[in-house]
T-cell receptor
Framework: GAGVSQSPSNKVTEKGKDVELRCDPI?????LYWYRQSLGQGLEFLIYFQGNSAPDKSGLPSDRFSAERTGGSVSTLTIQRTQQEDSAVYLC???????????FGDGTRLSIL | QKEVEQDPGPLSVPEGAIVSLNCTYSNSAFQYFMWYRQYSRKGPELLMY????GNKEDGRFTAQVDKSSKYISLFIRDSQPSDSATYLCAMMGGSYIPTFGRGTSLIVHP
């Protein structure tokens, strides 16, 4: 079956611009996570959606970062007024339920010039 | 001290060797344990998932969890060059938000 799909796969933008990253989770998965992975670094948790509950935003690094999940399916991560330190791979993962392991997409490689 | 410690390597072994990958952790609330494999420019791929202590085997892979020592391991038997990748351990507790190790780079040479 289809896995987690992320778009775009690559994004290059100028400092100060806003960007939107999209995640299509596996159908039927109730939990959705966003992570950031920088070169040589581990996965940094950003935000977690579980069903219709309020998202856990405790990992968002600043108020320039926000995310939505519409209809319990597709999610969009938005970064406003991008900075060079935002350059990283942004990974999305979903799981059938909160106590099940996550399945990842291949990420969006974001480069801020 | 990081919540999850994982030696970054690289770990270089000959083809056919048994590989042992390990993580230690400090949070006694962790009860779900995962191992992922990540190839360059790809997302992490789930290899093994265990709940609480014990062993789990799947093909050439065996995962072990020792909660009393806060230590988990992944063994790869008959390693192949195609196993060359970065291996990430992950664990979670009641928050259901996984904490990941930084990954161990494995190189299996023919």
């Amino acid at each position: 079956g289809a896995g987690v799909s992320q778009s775009p796969s690559n994004k290059v933008t100028e400092k100060g611009k806003d960007v939107e990253l999209r995640c299509d989770p596996i159908s039927g998965h109730t939990a959705l996570y966003w992570y950031r992975q920088s070169l040589g670094q581990g996965l940094e948790f950003l935000i977690y959606f579980q069903g219709n509950s309020a998202p856990d935003k405790s990992g968002l690094p600043s108020d320039r970062f926000s995310a939505e999940r519409t209809g319990g399916s597709v999610s969009t991560l938005t970064i406003q007024r991008t900075q060079q330190e935002d350059s990283a791979v942004y990974l999305c993962a979903s799981s059938p339920d909160r106590d099940q392991p996550q399945h990842f997409g291949d990420g969006t490689r974001l480069s801020i010039l | 001290q990081k919540e999850v410690e994982q030696d970054p390597g690289p770990l270089s072994v000959p083809e056919g060797a048994i590989v042992s990958l390990n993580c230690t952790y400090s949070n006694s609330a962790f009860q779900y344990f995962m191992w992922y494999r990540q190839y360059s420019r790809k997302g992490p791929e789930l290899l093994m998932y265990t709940y609480s202590s014990g062993n789990k085997e799947d093909g050439r892979f065996t995962a072990q969890v020792d909660k009393s020592s806060k230590y988990i391991s992944l063994f790869i038997r008959d390693s192949q060059p195609s196993d060359s990748a970065t291996y990430l351990c992950a664990m979670m507790g009641g928050s259901y938000i996984p904490t990941f190790g930084r990954g161990t780079s494995l190189i299996v040479h023919p």
